[in-house]
């Protein structure tokens, strides 16, 4: 029996996750294999010990490989925002057919055009994802395949990163033995399995807060028109904890997962909570109230900061389609009510309603295997192939397939 895979890989300040997706027979997605691995080779979301990210990404793989039960030979990376920047460019092309019906070709002689910008030396592009076709003058357009014109533009967004950075990222990756098929842009990936096409449409604001980075996604048009990315997250929760109850990382952190609410007023009154005991000291009880006002404190924080980013991003009235939230922090009881009142809009959480993973930590790693699958599979064109191509590394992105022989 032949089987479609896909694996993606969200490699993340505070886990490497791995998803394996099989491509169903209708162009569905079951997820069929989940590894994780806790990572700490990554500070803000950038790695800075190359021997621990090899381990983690070769951990959160074997796990995955087990799970699926046949060797996972190549996978797709997520890529953060930190190390990236969008450009928008315009490409131009003539009609090349004597008929003058726009083909393939044209489409990706005009994508071509629209890479052409002047890049910093440290910069290369790593996606180009059209926005919206012109054909002689008529905008709009999303498909111009088959249209006849004689003038083809496009208006793309250009994602570029930076070049060491990225390099070590493919390097983990490579050292642990796993062949990297694309790369998805984090932010498009969550969004893929995180907003609705309405919101999309409409404008909204997705925040993935992470361990240590928060990232700020804005959609409108159904298009990513802008991102921002706070060196800040839930392990700063997780150190507030730890200092201001004067406890270890490792305590704080398991206080903050099975007792930390983001508003104090979901704590009933005089509840308490044990502290665990540390260095031969003896247990003591704090008020959850306590821990309450800490977690509050610092989410208030960061979720201002991202509200600072949307207004200097020259969104001060809110996006139409509110706010959405996923990452590990989203997880935290009455977070999306702290962000309704300093966002001023309408905050949900993320329910990602994939088969298989249910949790808004695997959003990124689950959205790469979607994002991989929209933009290639159930269309062979050549163009989208090449959204996700890397120049330079690969020129041309496929998914691989196996052969499993049936017992
Ligand atoms: N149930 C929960 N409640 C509150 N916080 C949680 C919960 N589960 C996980 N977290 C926190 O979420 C953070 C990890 O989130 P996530 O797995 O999305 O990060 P990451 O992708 O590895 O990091 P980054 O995106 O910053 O590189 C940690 O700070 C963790 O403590
Ligand atoms: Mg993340």
Not at 92 to 110: F, H, L, P, Q, S
Not at 184 to 213: H, M, W
Not at 274 to 289: C, M, N, T, V, Y
Request: aromatic content about 4%; charged content about 20%.
């Amino acid at each position: 029996m032949k089987r479609n895979l896909i694996c993606g890989m969200d490699i993340g300040t505070s886990h490497v996750r791995a998803i394996v997706g099989e491509i169903n027979m209708d162009n569905s997605i079951s997820i069929i294999g989940v590894g994780t691995s806790p990572s700490e080779g990554l500070k803000k979301g950038v790695i800075v010990d190359l021997d621990k990210t090899v381990e983690a990404i070769t951990h959160a793989m074997e796990e995955a490989e087990r799970m699926v039960g046949t060797s996972i030979p190549s996978a797709f990376l997520g890529i953060v925002g930190s190390q990236v920047s969008l450009i928008n460019n315009r490409g131009v092309v003539a009609v090349a057919g004597a008929d003058k019906e726009i083909t393939e070709d044209d489409v990706e002689r005009v994508l071509q055009a629209a890479r052409v910008i002047a890049l910093p030396p440290d910069r290369e592009i790593i996606d180009v994802i059209p926005r919206e076709f012109i054909v002689d003058g008529y905008d709009g357009i999303r498909d111009p395949v088959g249209m006849v014109g004689v003038r083809l533009e496009v208006d793309a967004m250009i994602i570029t990163g930076m070049i060491t950075s990225l390099r070590n990222l493919y390097r983990c990756v490579e050292r642990a033995g796993i062949n990297i098929d694309g790369t998805v842009l984090t932010s498009l990936a969550n969004a893929e399995v995180a907003l609705s096409r309405d919101e999309k449409e409409l404008g909204a604001v997705l925040i993935d807060i992470g361990g240590g980075t928060t990232e700020v996604a804005v959609f409108q048009n159904g298009h990513l028109i802008n991102i921002a990315v706070l060196p800040i997250g839930g392990d700063h929760v997780t150190n507030d904890i730890a200092v201001g109850l004067r406890t270890t990382l490792q305590a704080a952190e398991k206080l903050k997962l099975e007792h930390g609410v983001a508003l104090p007023s979901l704590v009933p009154e005089n509840s308490s909570i044990e502290l665990p005991q540390i260095s031969g000291k003896e247990p003591r009880k704090i008020q959850a109230k306590e821990l309450a006002l800490i977690i509050e404190a610092r989410l208030v924080e960061i979720l201002h900061m991202a509200n600072e980013e949307l207004e200097h991003m020259g969104y001060r009235e809110s996006l139409p389609a509110g706010v959405v939230l996923t990452g590990g922090v989203s997880l935290m009881r009455g977070i999306a009510e702290l962000a309704e009142q300093i966002f001023q809009s309408s905050a949900r959480l993320a329910q990602p309603s994939y088969v298989g993973v249910k949790s808004p930590i695997y959003s990124s790693a689950v959205g790469i295997v979607h994002y991989a699958q929209n933009t290639q599979i159930g269309s062979d064109r050549e163009y989208r192939t090449n959204r996700v191509a890397l120049p330079g590394i690969f020129n041309k992105v496929k998914s691989w397939f196996m052969d499993m022989f049936e017992s």
